[in-house]
């Protein structure tokens, strides 16, 4: 088996196929209560879990940051805990990822859904990687997380869930998260065409964006 440390994860019992949710960049398993509270009611098992630089994996940061490796991690984890048939669920960076886990692990994913996710970059992925970590050298970590996710709440959210979500983006690891989101730019300019025409099971997209 991989000797790769596991990420941090909750493991709710129930029966196959098991639902597994993956985050988006910078946030981390708790934003999927609500989905484990439904499967659960229905006897299905749920796994979430912290990537690593996030959540309670936020201390773990190995010197590979890239999709294919967090698709890595999941993998490990997934064969840890012996799941038999898993049905992924990626939200925004975490489409990426189960993507990559159901390349990785085809014969334990039997489908994905990817929700809000996007891809954002196309072309050369050297002049792609470049253009995002100047935007970072001039604006600062902060600043870029802020014009970040500050247009994905609309007038009227709630500004105390707001500010949650916005200062956990600006708080987190920099170095880390700034190589996370870079390799993120990379896998869609380099790989996003490829992975998505190797794919061989079911994929149930919900919401997604190009540029």
Same mark, same amino acid.
């Given at each position: 088996?991989?000797?790769?440390?596991?990420?941090?994860?909750?493991?709710?019992?129930?029966?196959?196929?098991?639902?597994?949710?993956?985050?988006?960049?910078? !946030?981390?398993?708790?934003?999927?209560m609500n989905q484990v509270e439904h499967f659960r009611g229905i006897s299905h098992r749920v796994i979430t879990l912290d990537?690593?630089?996030?959540?309670?994996?936020?201390?773990?940061?190995?010197?590979?940051?890239?999709?294919?490796?967090?698709?890595?991690?999941?993998?490990?984890?997934?064969?840890?805990?012996?799941?038999?048939?898993?049905?992924?669920?990626?939200?925004?960076?975490?489409?990426?990822?189960?993507?990559?886990?159901?390349?990785?692990?085809?014969?334990?994913?039997?489908?994905?859904?990817?929700?809000?996710?996007?891809?954002?970059?196309?072309?050369?992925?050297?002049?792609?990687?470049?253009?995002?970590?100047?935007?970072?050298?001039?604006?600062?970590?902060?600043?870029?997380?802020?014009?970040?996710?500050?247009?994905?709440?609309?007038?009227?959210?709630?500004?105390?869930?707001?500010?949650?979500?916005?200062?956990?983006? !600006?708080?987190?690891?920099?170095?880390?998260?700034?190589?996370?989101?870079?390799?993120?730019?990379?896998? !869609?300019?380099?790989?996003?065409?490829?992975? !998505?025409?190797?794919?061989?099971?079911?994929?149930?997209?919900?919401?997604?964006?190009?540029?």
């Amino acid at each position: 088996m991989n000797q790769e440390k596991l990420i941090h994860y909750s493991d709710y019992p129930g029966r196959e196929p098991t639902y597994v949710f993956v985050h988006g960049f910078t !946030c981390n398993e708790t934003d999927f209560m609500n989905q484990v509270e439904h499967f659960r009611g229905i006897s299905h098992r749920v796994i979430t879990l912290d990537l690593p630089g996030h959540g309670l994996s936020r201390d773990y940061i190995p010197k590979d940051l890239t999709m294919k490796a967090m698709g890595r991690h999941v993998v490990t984890l997934l064969r840890h805990l012996e799941v038999k048939e898993a049905i992924m669920i990626g939200h925004s960076m975490g489409c990426m990822i189960v993507t990559e886990v159901a390349l990785q692990a085809p014969d334990v994913v039997i489908g994905i859904v990817l929700i809000d996710g996007s891809r954002i970059a196309r072309g050369d992925p050297e002049e792609a990687v470049a253009t995002r970590r100047k935007v970072f050298e001039d604006e600062g970590f902060k600043k870029c997380m802020m014009n970040t996710f500050e247009p994905m709440f609309l007038p009227g959210s709630d500004e105390t869930e707001k500010k949650r979500i916005i200062d956990r983006a !600006c708080t987190q690891p920099e170095h880390a998260s700034t190589d996370i989101l870079l390799s993120a730019v990379r896998w !869609c300019a380099e790989d996003f065409e490829s992975a !998505c025409t190797e794919l061989k099971v079911p994929v149930q997209v919900r919401s997604f964006t190009t540029f």
